[in-house]
């Protein structure tokens, strides 16, 4: 189970050629043939991995939320070595991409807990300090347990999962009940999950459906597994739809100054988050 890269450094070189700061919105997000080989070798990984069986052993292995204690902006600080393998659009660091966002979202005068949302969105990305491969971390999510929707990329490569050979995930529902909500429902494992779990004792409703869902891509771009939704996911699920243009048009070339926006957004963090977290 080796990841798609030697090392992060080589995204970049994958990148470069392809960046267009002025792209229309209608070509980000293109994962064809002509993506970078690494952001299908990426997805290869994970479709063929992403088993239920693996999904609810990292649940155990992760959510007792006692591997370390570390500040939210120690974790952004982290963020700055790591470049996302799945993502087609950008080669900025982890920490450029979440001030990009924050700052987008600020600049709209929404409220100040949706601007943090969008500075820790990505924060469960450390995981790979826990030396997690990227196809378990980063990557857009989709339920394991039931049907695979017809419009998850690279859907191709879930022939490989031993979870196609078992009839009783490949119904509709699966093992799920239809209505009973998303809560009850197995995602493939990753950043958004595991970020959940971190700060769901402090932030508001709305931010947590933001941070849990906010790569549930097939879910809230392509409409699938409503039937596995309640009414209360379909309410909020048009704040993750709100949130998603800041997370994913928001990229740029243009860096923005850490440093020189680190103390408007230290205060924020105070107001909602302790000195340290649990991870």
């Given at each position: 189970m080796q990841g798609p890269l030697e090392?992060?450094?080589?995204?970049?070189?994958?990148?470069?050629?392809?960046?267009?700061?002025?792209?229309?919105?209608?070509?980000?997000?293109?994962?064809?043939?002509?993506?970078?080989l690494v952001v299908r070798e990426f997805?290869?990984l994970n479709h063929t991995y992403q088993?239920?069986?693996?999904?609810?052993?990292?649940?155990?292995?992760?959510?007792?939320?006692?591997?370390?204690?570390?500040?939210?902006?120690?974790?952004?600080?982290?963020?700055?070595?790591?470049?996302?393998?799945?993502?087609?659009?950008?080669?900025?660091?982890?920490?450029?991409?979440?001030?990009?966002?924050?700052?987008?979202?600020?600049?709209?005068?929404?409220?100040?807990?949706?601007?943090?949302?969008?500075?820790?969105?990505?924060?469960?990305?450390?995981?790979?300090?826990?030396?997690?491969?990227?196809?378990?971390?980063?990557?857009?999510?989709?339920?394991?347990?039931?049907?695979?929707?017809?419009?998850?990329?690279?859907?191709?490569?879930?022939?490989?999962?031993?979870?196609?050979?078992?009839?009783?995930?490949?119904?509709?529902?699966?093992?799920?009940?239809?209505?009973?909500?998303?809560?009850?429902?197995?995602?493939?494992?990753?950043?958004?999950?595991?970020?959940?779990?971190?700060?769901?004792?402090?932030?508001?409703?709305?931010?947590?459906?933001?941070?849990?869902?906010?790569?549930?891509?097939?879910?809230?771009?392509?409409?699938?597994?409503?039937?596995?939704?309640?009414?209360?996911?379909?309410?909020?699920?048009?704040?993750?739809?709100?949130?998603?243009?800041?997370?994913?048009?928001?990229?740029?070339?243009?860096?923005?100054?850490?440093?020189?926006?680190?103390?408007?957004?230290?205060?924020?963090?105070?107001?909602?988050?302790?000195?340290?977290?649990?991870?």
């Open positions: 090392n992060l450094e080589q995204w970049d070189d994958f990148v470069k050629e392809r960046y267009d700061p002025n792209r229309p919105r209608d070509e980000f997000r293109k994962h064809d043939d002509d993506a970078p997805y290869r088993t239920r069986d693996f999904v609810r052993q990292k649940k155990r292995q992760y959510l007792s939320l006692d591997r370390r204690r570390m500040g939210i902006w120690e974790a952004l600080e982290y963020l700055n070595t790591l470049i996302d393998d799945s993502d087609p659009d950008t080669a900025l660091s982890q920490i450029e991409h979440c001030l990009q966002t924050a700052e987008a979202v600020r600049r709209d005068g929404h409220p100040r807990w949706f601007v943090l949302t969008g500075l820790v969105h990505d924060l469960g990305k450390i995981l790979c300090l826990f030396d997690e491969p990227q196809w378990a971390v980063v990557g857009d999510t989709f339920s394991v347990g039931c049907g695979w929707f017809d419009k998850i990329v690279y859907r191709e490569f879930f022939a490989a999962n031993p979870d196609s050979q078992v009839p009783a995930y490949q119904t509709r529902a699966g093992v799920y009940q239809e209505g009973a909500g998303l809560d009850s429902v197995d995602l493939s494992w990753g950043h958004d999950e595991y970020l959940y779990h971190v700060v769901k004792d402090y932030l508001p409703e709305e931010a947590l459906y933001m941070i849990r869902y906010h790569s549930f891509y097939p879910c809230h771009q392509e409409g699938a597994y409503q039937y596995l939704m309640n009414d209360r996911d379909k309410e909020m699920f048009s704040w993750v739809r709100a949130f998603n243009p800041y997370d994913l048009y928001s990229k740029s070339a243009a860096r923005p100054d850490a440093e020189a926006l680190r103390p408007l957004y230290e205060d924020l963090i105070a107001e909602y988050f302790p000195a340290q977290l649990r991870w």
